[in-house]
């Protein structure tokens, strides 16, 4: 059965940084290209980052120079280094293979980011 534990959400003072990490248990991650995804209320979910199975990169252009996005394969975890964090960053943060699946969708980590 595969799941994707998301965690290191938090509250943040625009500025702040904070790091998400994704730890994938019953899947080999190495195989996937991998994404975080985020959902704010009333929002449809959008796609922040995505690594590939070589680390080739991409990020929106909302986040672009701001979050990074890295993996350690021999640990099954993908990770969301996020700096300069904005009010707007505010959201519900998932990690998901990239193309999505249906079913490896967990609970994902909030972030808040706030004065």
């Known amino acids: 059965q595969v799941q994707l534990v998301e965690s290191g959400g938090g509250l943040v003072q625009p500025g702040g940084s904070l790091v998400l990490s994704c730890v994938g248990s019953?899947?080999?991650?190495?195989?996937?290209?991998m994404g975080w995804y985020r959902q704010a209320p009333g929002e449809q979910r959008e796609l922040v980052a995505r690594i590939t199975t070589g680390g080739s990169t991409n990020y929106a252009d909302s986040v672009k120079g701001r979050f990074t996005i890295s993996r350690d394969n021999a640990k099954s975890t993908v990770y969301l280094q996020m700096n300069s964090l904005k009010p707007e960053d505010t959201a519900v943060y998932l990690c998901n293979t990239d193309p999505p699946r249906q079913n490896f969708w967990g609970q994902g980590t909030q972030v808040t980011v706030s004065s």
């Open positions: 019953g899947i080999i991650s190495s195989v996937y290209s």
